[in-house]
């Protein structure tokens, strides 16, 4: 019975899906895990979905050549870009899914190249991988049981798809470094690097970004839990989810008092050329606000020693991100008293405010600052 009513139910929307390439597709069996994908980054990387994305491009000499270099992590989905012989043209890839559920879950295994890796996809477009560690080195296909002329049985596995838990990249978070470890541009210059340094103990891309959460896997399995697909750190709570990876603390002084700020990720923090990190701070006494200085965290690029576009950058104008598993201090000379109210708040400018007035285009909303990590603390007697 289970296995009749499941073919009822599910294999027509798999049918009405029409493309197997598309994530609507996978929508059929998944639609916990799509509804949390189309609000991702990913589903909106392109032009047609990242105003920031769209920014740039507008001002890339590659759009006025006729070749869109960006394809091969930005839209991934659509194979008429992923060569870059072509322009993006606005379609229902480019609006909904330019990195598709099966950009991720096909990555076979990624080249290592100076000026960035490359994701080399696996050929069959109907296996998928996936990371259990009770099913790792196994592979899951569709198999049904079926007793007294098939009206009683069960099923495992997917009538759509084979599932593939033998690729360690799954496991380790290199799928993600295919398109996040780092770009050079045609200098040979190093825009943005990462600067991935994993420690025993230290968790993956995948654990830290895409947590285990409530919600069924896919409508055959009711009741379990899945990894959280909404992946997109430019929104206040994917942003929060991130400060348990930040320590912030403070430590009298005869003058005042320092700040050590520790980012125990395996990563760099605000790599990206257009990112802005801050670290804010306030004292409250006696109803009152005393704003403590800001610090700031970047990696300004450009030439002859002027900021420039990442294309035509060819050295490092400042460079004050923060390493991984880096500590840093800071001293404030700002005495405190009994009773006082110390605030602090590590966040982030998805695109640094002053950059964005130099850049027809950014909305006002990506230069908004996004909290990471906030701690407070009243001053004892």
């Known amino acids: 019975m289970k296995t009749f009513l499941f073919s009822l139910l599910v294999l027509p929307g798999i049918l ?9 597709t996978c929508q059929a069996c998944h639609p916990t895990i799509y509804r949390e994908y189309s609000r991702s980054i ?26 869109y270099s960006c394809g091969h992590c930005h839209t991934p989905s659509d194979p008429a870009l992923t060569q870059g012989k072509t322009l993006p043209k606005e379609n229902s890839i480019q609006r909904e899914e330019p990195i598709a559920c099966q950009s991720c879950h096909r990555i076979s295994r990624i080249e290592h190249h100076a000026r960035a890796d490359r994701i080399i996809y696996r050929p069959e477009t109907k296996t998928f991988y996936a990371a259990d560690p009770q099913r790792k080195g196994s592979v899951l296909r569709y198999h049904k049981t079926a007793f007294l002329g098939g009206l009683f049985g069960g099923i495992s596995g997917s009538p759509f798809h084979t599932v593939d838990y033998d690729n360690e990249l799954y496991y380790n978070g290199g799928v993600c470094l295919g398109c996040h470890s780092h770009k050079q541009n045609a200098k040979g210059f190093t825009i943005c690097d990462l600067g991935v340094e994993r420690r025993p103990g230290d968790k993956s891309c995948i654990q830290c970004h895409m947590p285990k959460t409530d919600g069924p896997l896919a409508n055959q399995k009711p009741g379990t839990r899945h990894a959280y697909h909404g992946s997109n750190l430019h929104d206040p709570e994917g942003t929060k989810r991130m400060g348990k990876y930040i320590d912030l603390n403070y430590h009298p002084t005869k003058d005042g008092f320092i700040v050590v700020l520790k980012n125990t990720a395996p990563h760099t923090l605000f790599a990206q050329p257009l990112r802005l990190g801050e670290l804010r701070g306030s004292l409250y006494r006696n109803g009152q606000e005393i704003p403590l200085p800001s610090r700031k965290f970047f990696r300004r690029i450009g030439q002859d020693g002027h900021p420039t576009p990442p294309w035509l950058a060819d050295s490092v104008l400042k460079d004050s991100t923060i390493r991984a598993h880096e500590s840093r201090t800071f001293h404030y000379r700002t005495s405190l008293k009994p009773g006082d109210l110390l605030t ?9 405010p002053a950059m964005a007035k130099k850049i027809p285009g950014i909305p006002k909303e990506a230069t908004r600052f996004l909290p990471i990590r906030q701690r407070s603390w009243t001053i004892a007697p």
Request: charged residues 15%; positive net charge.
């Open 16 to 24: 009405a899906a029409g493309n197997p390439q598309s994530s609507h």
């Open 42 to 67: 990913h589903a909106h990387a392109s032009i047609y979905g990242d105003p920031v994305h769209r920014a740039i491009w507008n001002l890339h000499p590659d759009r006025k050549a006729g070749r």
């Open 344 to 352: 602090l708040t590590l966040g982030y400018h998805p695109v640094d």
